[in-house]
């Protein structure tokens, strides 16, 4: 375990953190493959992307535009 942290928001929802959880598991290797050990947090509350804290990189958000 590298102690990345993940949040995914307090929905009562299934659905919605099902949602994420599966934006999550289909972004994550182009992650890891770019940044590699370096992740520190993803931010999976966004409606159509996430927020990345990265050790030594910042970022805005990514995901689609409107």
């Not at 307090?10 to 659905?15: G, K």
């Not at 370096?38 to 996430?50: H, W």
């Amino acid at each position: 375990s590298n102690g990345m942290e993940v949040k995914l928001g307090r929905e009562e929802s299934r659905t919605m953190l099902r949602e994420r959880v599966n934006r999550l598991v289909g972004i994550y290797p182009q992650l890891v493959a770019r940044l590699q050990d370096r992740i520190e947090s993803v931010d999976m509350r966004y409606p159509n992307g996430l927020a990345l804290k990265a050790s030594g990189i910042s970022f805005g958000s990514v995901g689609k535009k409107k």
